[in-house]
């Protein structure tokens, strides 16, 4: 219980936030790294795919060794067949790693939205594109491909009419509503890029966005629910673009129907709309013109813009979207992620659609009105693939499984996961009692750079291991490096970080504005790699283990944070002088944040002020990054070269201040002593 106290010293439980508290046993989840021989005995069983392909695996070795082998006849094939193309391309792949100037398909003209959409009407018209299902059970909205066409040239001419042109940034802060997907799916028309920031994120966060992109339009709802509650989005818009002089229009989508404030730069869509004819050319582009940017967090400074183009990333998504669920005609494929994220733009919008695809929508959680609500949606729309992530389902795990046998699940074949490393013990849960031991998991590795999946089984193909990612896709070259030396570990039953050895189509072409940063972040790291940020083990079969980002990036509920962020976001607060911000584990969210905070002279520590800095972090980046622990101490350990010693801060967070390793770089070892003395005085 000794860091049960610690707490205390730091932010009180009775302090009316929903903090873990810290208990010195482990909780049963392990985001850090498993050590090998954990996850030898975590899984010790290899589980043949389901309903296998005859010959499955010879098929994908073969395959991606021709990915690898002959890339431009692979991806040329696979990029004439599955797009459609207003022109064909000249070179299949070009550039490197050197000085990150990848292109694929150039030469090649497309638009993503025909790709999605047009292309299938002769054939699907009148199939469902979009199911949506609404944040109370079993409100429904169904549209069809010829109705997606419409609505999509409809928004892509109010658009026009705004002011919008090829290759202006748009802004989406938009919940789950239909809406979303068409706006998107508008922009790729007008070759606009979108940026979707999602709606989680506070007004200032979002005012960042906006002005980094240098957004004019601003697409948001009147409001929206989740989860029973209501989001203020336009009270939040109207906010962030308060000091984005930029922004020339707000669009606002009806979506509750309730009033708000309308002002000079807000247009009303639902008025404007009726009015659009429902069909608008395509804006052709080149393959290697912007599709969109999505911020995301990195370790240090400010979030960036990850840029992804158009041909190689649609072409990506839509293969890995075919292969990781094995997607069939009349398949209802559920991905119940958040259109803000990556996982939302890649596997509900872009990855369904290309392939033609019925794509599940859905608004609200996986608690509401119970926790049934997943399969209660499975059950009634008859889902075949159901994508989703390690923390929802460790959340179900804890409700217990009774509720699932209300539901019939038959109708499902294979189960994903994605955004943080499924322990095994929720991967079996999954499998036992959602999959019944007949549907394929895929637990699914890659980041919003990647564009899609990187590492991963392919459904009714792959043999799996409840906790890894199992292999690479095709042409992707995975590549376990020593983190220090930067040599290749070669052989099984390694150690080390994850990086690839050669770009793929869907690879994020920039950082928006700061390529140098891209390569800083990605490929300058180790010389002829991509840098993932991820530890990874490859075991004696071969199969890759995600261990977790060995950079300062934290998983909180699969959302990606930057502990600089957090740690900007504390300093702004006049009584903070300093912050250092680490990970420790949490049951449900895999990781939650712990904040290590000293205090300007002339401010004590009292748990007003700490449920203020709580609130500073969720003002400004969102109530997702609310710390769970924050501590003030009168220091922070650092070496003598002032360098925060964060693998310190990180063994007292996880409760393990018996174990602090080498403390003889200290500058000032009373500091750390104080925090463990602390502790121990509360025993
Ligand atoms: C982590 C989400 C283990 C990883 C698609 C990565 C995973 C970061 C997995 C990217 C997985 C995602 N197993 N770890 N299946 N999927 N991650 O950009 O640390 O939000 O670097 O993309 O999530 O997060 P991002």
Not at 234 to 240: L, N, T, Y
Not at 525 to 532: E, L, M
Not at 636 to 652: A, E, F, N, Q, V
Request: net charge negative.
């Amino acid at each position: 219980m000794r860091f049960a106290r610690l707490l205390v010293i730091g932010l009180p439980l009775s302090a009316g936030f929903s903090v873990r508290p810290l208990v010195s046993k482990r909780p049963p989840y392990h985001p850090a790294p498993l050590s090998m021989s954990e996850q030898q005995q975590d899984a010790p069983k290899t589980y043949p795919p389901p309903n296998a392909v005859p010959d499955g695996m010879k098929t994908y070795e073969a395959m991606h060794k021709q990915s690898l082998e002959e890339p431009d006849t692979f991806w040329g094939d696979a990029a004439r067949s599955t797009l459609k193309w207003f022109r064909d391309f000249d070179r299949v792949s070009q550039g490197g790693f050197d000085t990150g100037d990848v292109a694929w398909f150039t030469g090649g003209q497309l638009n993503a939205c025909y790709n999605c959409i047009d292309q299938h009407l002769p054939q699907r018209a009148k199939q469902v594109a979009i199911l949506h299902e609404g944040d109370e059970p079993g409100v429904v909205t169904k549209i069809t491909y010829e109705d997606l066409l419409g609505q999509v040239c409809r928004m892509a001419n109010a658009m026009k009419e705004l002011g919008v042109k090829k290759g202006d940034f748009v802004t989406l802060y938009m919940p789950m509503v239909p809406e979303a997907a068409v706006a998107m799916l508008a922009c790729a028309r007008l070759g606009a890029p979108h940026s979707v920031v999602f709606a989680g994120f506070s007004a200032e966060a979002l005012r960042d966005r906006i002005v980094d992109a240098n957004s004019k339009w601003v697409f948001t709802t009147d409001e929206g629910r989740r989860g029973g509650k209501t989001l203020h989005l336009k009270s939040i818009v109207d906010k962030a673009v308060e000091d984005a002089d930029c922004v020339e229009k707000v669009l606002v989508i009806t979506a509750t129907g309730a009033k708000v404030p309308m002002g000079k730069r807000d247009v009303q869509m639902s008025e404007m709309l009726p009015r659009m004819r429902p069909y608008c050319p395509c804006e052709t582009m080149d393959s290697e013109d912007l599709l969109f940017i999505l911020y995301t967090s990195g370790s240090t400074g400010r979030p960036k813009g990850v840029a992804h183009t158009t041909a190689g990333y649609l072409l990506y998504t839509g293969m890995t979207t075919k292969h990781a669920f094995g997607l069939e005609e009349g398949d209802v494929f559920a991905c119940v992620a958040d259109v803000g994220w990556i996982t939302g733009h890649s596997y509900i919008v872009y990855g369904p659609l290309v392939n033609g695809a019925t794509s599940l929508m859905f608004e609200s959680t996986p608690m509401y009105p119970n926790h049934g609500r997943y399969w209660d949606v499975v059950q009634r729309h008859k889902v075949t693939q159901f994508y989703t992530a390690p923390t929802a389902i460790r959340a179900l795990m804890s409700c217990g499984p009774e509720i699932i046998s209300d539901y019939d699940l038959s109708s499902l074949r294979v189960l994903g996961s994605v955004g943080e490393p499924i322990n095994p013990e929720a991967w079996r849960w999954y499998n036992e009692h959602v999959g019944k031991g007949k549907c394929h998991i895929v637990d699914t590795f890659w980041q919003t750079e990647t564009g899609g999946h990187v590492m991963l089984p392919l459904a009714n193909v792959t043999p799996t291991k409840p906790g890894s990612c199992s292999f690479p896709f095709f042409g992707i070259e995975p590549a376990v490096l020593n983190a220090q030396t930067g040599e290749e570990v070669t052989g099984n039953d390694v150690e080390g970080v994850l990086a690839f050895k050669r770009p793929w189509p869907s690879l994020a072409r920039t950082v928006y504005g700061d390529h140098k940063r891209y390569m800083d972040v990605y490929l300058n790291p180790y010389k002829g790699y991509y840098f993932t940020g991820d530890g990874c083990h490859r075991d004696s079969d071969g199969f890759y283990w995600i261990t977790g980002r060995v950079d300062d990036v934290l998983n909180v509920s699969g959302h990606r944070i930057g502990t600089a962020e957090v740690e900007s976001a504390l300093v702004l607060h006049p009584a903070v002088s300093e912050a250092a911000v680490v990970g420790f584990p949490d049951p449900i969210k895999g990781q939650a944040i712990c904040c290590y905070v000293t205090f300007v002279s002339g401010y004590t520590e009292s748990p007003e002020l700490l449920k203020e800095l709580v609130k500073q972090v969720a003002t400004h980046i969102g109530p997702f990054a609310r710390p769970g622990m924050i501590v003030g101490t009168p220091g922070l350990p650092k070496t003598r070269s002032g360098k925060i010693m964060r693998r310190i801060l990180r063994k007292i967070a996880e409760g393990e201040a018996d174990k602090l390793g080498d403390t003889s770089t200290l500058a000032d070892p009373s500091i750390v002593e104080g925090l463990v003395e602390k502790a121990n005085a509360l025993l």
